[in-house]
């Protein structure tokens, strides 16, 4: 199935919560939606699922206008972070229970449901758990027969909304393995909400980054990390250092800032403003840097250097302990970021629509 979502706007009251979602997601693929709370993941999906309706916008799900249709008529699996399972049923007739409802002349036989539901708690693997009762179940094994319940229909289009969301990390990691084998298995094609940015890299192959009711950026990990299309991206990735710069032949210049490494940009000399992330920045030591190192932590694996400046600005800096040089405090370091990106200043201050900045064709470097 191809969903095809075009336009798409939504207000509450004077809050606008969808301003324009344009987005395509193609049959059998598992896309990921990311972005802080409140940026209207759920709303998204909620129309989707015909639980909610836009106020603008398109819905073709394979060439269909779905918004007309009612939530029964989609064929779509959900599952929330709290899924309620029905306390007074069993496993079994949990995940059977989206068969058993429909009307008689569509319902599968018992037979036919109960080998489904086998199939189901095979693929789960669960089949162990098939006559317990939701409270003699942990929380990933609950998720687990949640979206069995959502699976046992068959769906067109299956929807995730932060399911691992109230479970331990470990078992979220577990969980995320488990759920990308089930998905290559089924093919169906899929939705899965997070605000977690590890989650939603290590499941899908495209991400989807939101933030207050916009699409932000789309791509794989590599290039949302690496190329990050708006000042909202860069911060939400983690690059929580930004520093004022000024910009010469598309390269960014400070005192103690060695750019070398960074793509050079097509933008016009002047000030900017660069982001960085604080495990992307080497250190090497250089008396003519105003940055001094006036703390260090380690928490085993990694060291938390902090440099400050003679203004009081501070860089924390994240190094591998077993790879890090020899940090002492009071010394200069130059900073020498691995990745980065650059954004004019206008354009971070109104914190406004994405834009990406070209990078240079290597002729004019
Ligand atoms: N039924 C509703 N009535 C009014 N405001 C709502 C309603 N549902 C969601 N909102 C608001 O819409 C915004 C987006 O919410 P939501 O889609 O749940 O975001 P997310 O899932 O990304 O956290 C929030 O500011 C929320 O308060
Ligand atoms: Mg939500």
Redesign the pocket.
């Known amino acids: 199935m191809t969903i095809a979502i075009s336009s798409l706007t939504k207000r ?2 004077q ?1 606008a ?1 969808l301003r324009g979602i344009d987005l395509t997601i193609n049959d059998g693929e598992l896309v990921a939606l990311l ?10 999906l909620k129309i989707i699922a015909g639980l909610d309706w836009p106020d603008a916008g398109g819905l073709v799900v394979n060439g269909q206008d779905w918004l007309p249709l009612p939530a029964q008529k989609r064929r779509i699996g959900f599952v929330f972070q709290h899924y309620a399972l029905f306390p007074h049923m069993t496993v079994r007739d949990n995940i059977a229970f989206g068969l058993t409802v429909r009307p008689k002349s569509e319902r599968p036989s018992k037979t036919a449901i109960a080998a489904k539901v086998d199939d189901l708690l095979g693929l789960l693997q669960i089949p162990h758990l098939a006559d317990r009762f939701p409270a003699q179940l942990s929380g990933g094994q609950r998720q687990r027969v949640a979206l069995g319940r959502a699976l046992a229909i068959e769906p067109a289009v299956l929807l995730l909304d932060e399911p691992f969301g109230a479970l331990d990390a470990a078992i979220r990691r577990d969980l995320r393995a488990w759920l990308r084998e089930v998905h290559q298995a089924t093919g169906s094609t899929t939705l899965f ?1 997070t605000h977690d940015q590890e989650e939603a890299f290590e499941l899908a192959d495209r991400v989807v980054v ?1 933030g207050e009711g916009r699409i932000e950026q789309i791509g794989s990990a590599d290039q949302i990390h690496d190329h990050p299309a708006s000042p909202f991206v860069a911060r939400f990735m983690g690059a929580v250092v930004e520093l004022p710069v000024t910009l010469r032949a598309g390269r960014a210049e400070a005192a103690g800032l060695d750019a070398r490494m960074l793509e050079r940009r097509a933008m016009a000399d002047g000030p900017a403003q660069l982001f960085l992330r604080p495990d992307a920045i080497a250190l090497d030591a250089d008396p003519a840097s105003p940055w001094i190192l006036s703390h260090k932590a380690s928490n085993g694996a990694m060291i938390r250097a902090t440099l400050r400046r003679a203004d009081g600005t501070e860089v924390p800096v994240d190094l591998l302990r077993h790879s890090a040089p020899d940090l002492s405090l009071g010394t200069a370091y130059r900073l020498r970021p691995l990745t980065g990106a650059v954004f004019p200043l206008d354009g971070v201050a109104q914190n406004d629509a994405p834009r990406p900045l070209p990078i240079l064709k290597e002729k004019r470097q």
């Open positions: 509450f009251d809050t919560v972005g802080p709370s409140g940026s209207g993941k759920t709303t998204l909400v939101m």
